[in-house]
C-alpha cells in the first residue's frame, strides 16, 4: 500500500491504494508510520515528498473498516485512533521538511494529511474537505494541527461545516501554498525538492521546523529565550561554520 523511492536524496513516499481511492487503513497508517520513521532516521534522506496514486490523494478513512470498529471496545478504538494521531505527529515533528503533492480529493482524514505536511503543492482540480461532521464523526486529531496552521475562525467554518472546497479556497486560507497545473506539478515538485535538498542545510532547515512548532506551546518569554539560546548555540555548529565561511570566500556551497 505504500510505495517510496530515494532519489537525489528526496524521499517519495505515495499512497497506494488506488482502488480505494487511497483510503485509510490499519496496513496503510502503518506503512505510512514505516516510511516516515525511516525517513527520519536515515541520513540520506533530506526531503520528504508524500503523494497519492491514483484519481484521489487520500479520500480519507476507510468507512468499511470504520464500520467494523463499531463492534470494537472503548479500549479497542482508543488504540486504534492512537495510530493516527501517532502518524500525524510523527510528520508534523519530523525534522526534516514534508511537502505534499495533491492531485484530486484529500478528505476527512486525507485533508488531515495535507494539514501536517510543511509545505504543500496542488493540481486546480483538487478538493479539500474535513468531512467527518457528515457521517456523524468528528475531525478531533487533526483539529489540533489545522487550528495552528489556519486559525480558529477558518478552521472553526471548515470543521463544523464539513463543506468541501477548492484549491484556490485552501490557497487563501494558507491550507496550501502553490497550484500548479497537473500537467507541470510532477517536475515543479521535484525542482522544489531537489533545490532545497542542494542549497539549504539539513540541520538549519530540521531545527527551523521544530522551533515553528516549540514557540507555539511556551509563553512570549520563554519562546524568545529559548530562540536566543538555540540562535547562539547553532552559531558554533560545523554547518554554520561551513556556510558563513563558504558565502565570505564566494564559494559554492556543497550541502
Known amino acids: 500500500m505504500i510505495v517510496?523511492?530515494?532519489?537525489?536524496?528526496?524521499?517519495?513516499?505515495?499512497?497506494?491504494?488506488?482502488?480505494?481511492?487511497?483510503?485509510?487503513?490499519?496496513?496503510?497508517?502503518?506503512?505510512l508510520k514505516e516510511a516516515f520513521l525511516f525517513a527520519k532516521s536515515s541520513e540520506d534522506v533530506k526531503i520528504i515528498v508524500l503523494k497519492?496514486?491514483?484519481?484521489?490523494?487520500?479520500a480519507g478513512a476507510d468507512l468499511a473498516y470504520l464500520q467494523s470498529l463499531q463492534q470494537n471496545t472503548y479500549q479497542e478504538n482508543l488504540d486504534d485512533s492512537k495510530n493516527l494521531m501517532e502518524l500525524f505527529h510523527l510528520i508534523y515533528q519530523l525534522p526534516k521538511p514534508v511537502i505534499a503533492?495533491?492531485?484530486g480529493p484529500a478528505?476527512?482524514?486525507?485533508?488531515?494529511?495535507?494539514?501536517?505536511?510543511?509545505?504543500?503543492?496542488?493540481?486546480p482540480d483538487a478538493s479539500f474537505g474535513f468531512t467527518e461532521v457528515r457521517i456523524g464523526f468528528i475531525p478531533?486529531?487533526?483539529?489540533?494541527?489545522?487550528?495552528?496552521?489556519?486559525?480558529?475562525?477558518?478552521?472553526?467554518?471548515?470543521?463544523?461545516?464539513?463543506?468541501?472546497?477548492?484549491?484556490?479556497?485552501?490557497?487563501?486560507?494558507?491550507l496550501i501554498h502553490e497550484i500548479v497545473e497537473v500537467n507541470d506539478i510532477e517536475q515543479v515538485v521535484i525542482q522544489y525538492a531537489e533545490?532545497?535538498?542542494?542549497?539549504?542545510?539539513?540541520?538549519?532547515?530540521?531545527?527551523?521546523?521544530?522551533?515553528?512548532?516549540?514557540?507555539?506551546?511556551?509563553?512570549?518569554?520563554?519562546?524568545?529565550?529559548?530562540?536566543?539560546?538555540?540562535?547562539?548555540?547553532?552559531?558554533?555548529?560545523?554547518?554554520?561554520?561551513?556556510?558563513i565561511a563558504s558565502f565570505l570566500n564566494k564559494e559554492k556551497i556543497q550541502w
Open 4 to 31: 517510496t523511492e530515494l532519489k537525489n536524496r528526496v524521499y517519495y513516499i505515495l499512497l497506494n491504494r488506488p482502488e480505494k481511492r487511497n483510503a485509510l487503513n490499519p496496513e496503510l497508517v502503518r506503512g
Open 52 to 58: 497519492g496514486n491514483g484519481e484521489a490523494f487520500c
Open 101 to 103: 503533492q495533491i492531485q
Open 107 to 123: 478528505l476527512a482524514g486525507g485533508c488531515g494529511l495535507v494539514t501536517v505536511c510543511d509545505i504543500v503543492f496542488s493540481t
Open 140 to 174: 478531533a486529531i487533526v483539529m489540533v494541527f489545522l487550528l495552528r496552521k489556519i486559525g480558529e475562525s477558518w478552521a472553526k467554518r471548515l470543521l463544523i461545516s464539513g463543506e468541501i472546497f477548492n484549491a484556490q479556497l485552501a490557497k487563501e486560507i494558507h
Open 195 to 243: 533545490k532545497l535538498a542542494v542549497q539549504n542545510s539539513a540541520s538549519s532547515m530540521g531545527l527551523t521546523k521544530l522551533l515553528a512548532g516549540y514557540v507555539q506551546n511556551v509563553s512570549l518569554d520563554d519562546a524568545l529565550t529559548f530562540a536566543a539560546e538555540e540562535n547562539a548555540r547553532v552559531r558554533s555548529t560545523e554547518d554554520c561554520i561551513k556556510g
